[in-house]
């Protein structure tokens, strides 16, 4: 059978196993489905995971860049500086709380947001960093912290990408204010969609936990619990993003077995180093010394002067040829709502200009077997041999 016979690789497919099918069998067979207790022992196993004592399970890690915002007292007039190389999410939840965000260059060679460019963005109304984990790569947390403390401000860290994250022996998510984390489908953990926050305070937390399910008091389970039913008071118009048995019935396996499938991503990423790195492309960056890096997103930087092939042209050729690709991320000041709201220009950005218009991210996944990485490196040859 040949390369394009064989059936399309899904970008980004999740490993699921029959654990995990096992467990949601066991869920629906139960009669409660809802917000449960399945819930509630993922979320404690990801505290212990994390080392921390305060998480909340939400819908998605937007909800909980959401909460952490406004649980920070983000609002109208303030601003929030974070990276323009991100998914629009993490923009989009600081407009929701009715604040403004500021942009900061990355830097091109770990394409996290840059410190020296967060300096030179605060303002009287700037109220909190928002650092995104990119690919799994840690930000260079300790000058994030240091920036934060000298002009009183809180961090919330997008770990989308950075469940299995280490930076200088902390684990990503408990090094600033809140932690925000993403089970969606593509990630590195997955309940379908979903969503987990870490803070540093009780209060927070509770503050979180009652906003994540309509402000109200009691979450549904306790109400319709065996123990009886309780009445609740509504203590805020909060919203629904409560996450629900049925998803932590995955999660639970899936972090079960997070060490396991972060060495099968780390064995993938040293084979695209090994047997990519002598085409005319951009690979990753070296891991920096004394961290960890999650292998979330192995992308290259697919620049035509060097290969004489557009970005676009390459993922074409990849997806004709049978293997899913993604684009991790066209710049936000390329999209026009951004440009039109704020000003923005993708010159003032011109880290994450580039890097946007020439990354693809290959596949990368503890699904993926080695007759599939094959696949990818040999068709990755293929094409920009030719």
């Not at 022996?169 to 204010?177: E, R, S, V």
């Not at 005319?280 to 997103?297: D, K």
């Amino acid at each position: 059978m040949s390369i394009e016979d064989k059936p399309f690789l899904t970008f980004g497919a999740p490993d699921i196993r029959k654990q995990e099918m096992l467990e949601v069998m066991r869920c629906l067979e139960s009669g409660w489905i809802g917000t449960g207790s399945k819930v509630a022992s993922f979320v404690d196993d990801f505290k212990k995971y994390k080392g921390v004592d305060h998480a909340a399970a939400l819908n998605s890690c937007t909800a909980a860049l959401h909460l952490s915002l406004l649980t920070a007292g983000i609002g109208p007039g303030d601003e929030v500086i974070t990276t323009p190389m991100t998914f629009c999410a993490t923009i989009n939840t600081i407009i929701h709380c009715g604040a403004t965000p500021v942009l900061a260059d990355i830097d091109p060679g770990t394409m996290n947001i840059d410190p020296e460019r967060i300096k030179e963005k605060i303002t009287e109304r700037t109220k909190a960093i928002l650092p995104v984990h990119f690919a799994g790569r840690p930000c260079e947390m300790d000058e994030i912290i240091a920036i934060s403390r000298k002009h009183g401000l809180k961090v919330i860290e997008d770990c989308a990408h950075a469940v299995e994250s280490e930076y200088h022996g902390q684990k990503a998510g408990t090094i600033g204010d809140f932690g925000c984390f993403s089970f969606y489908v593509t990630k590195n953990i997955t309940t379908g969609e979903g969503g987990m926050v870490l803070a540093r305070s009780e209060e927070d937390i509770r503050k979180i936990q009652m906003l994540g399910l309509h402000g109200l008091s009691k979450d549904a389970w306790k109400r319709f619990s065996d123990s009886g039913f309780q009445h609740y008071s509504v203590l805020a118009p909060g919203y629904k993003y409560n996450m629900i048995d049925l998803q932590a019935a995955l999660g639970i396996h899936q972090l079960a077995r997070v060490e396991e499938s972060w060495l099968k991503r780390q064995h993938i990423w040293n084979r695209y180093n090994q047997e990519l790195g002598d085409l005319p492309v951009i690979l990753p960056a070296s891991t920096t010394p004394n961290t960890r890096h999650a292998y979330h997103l192995y992308t290259l930087l697919i620049d035509k002067t060097l290969c004489g092939l557009a970005r676009n042209e390459f993922l074409e050729q990849m997806n004709a040829r049978g293997i899913g690709m993604g684009v991790h991320y066209l710049s936000l000041p390329e999209h026009p709502f951004y440009q039109n709201a704020f000003g923005w220009r993708p010159v003032d950005y011109p880290h994450a200009l580039r890097i946007g218009q020439q990354t693809v991210s290959l596949p990368l996944s503890s699904k993926l077997t080695d007759e599939d990485v094959d696949r990818v490196v040999e068709t990755t040859h293929q094409i920009l041999r030719a």
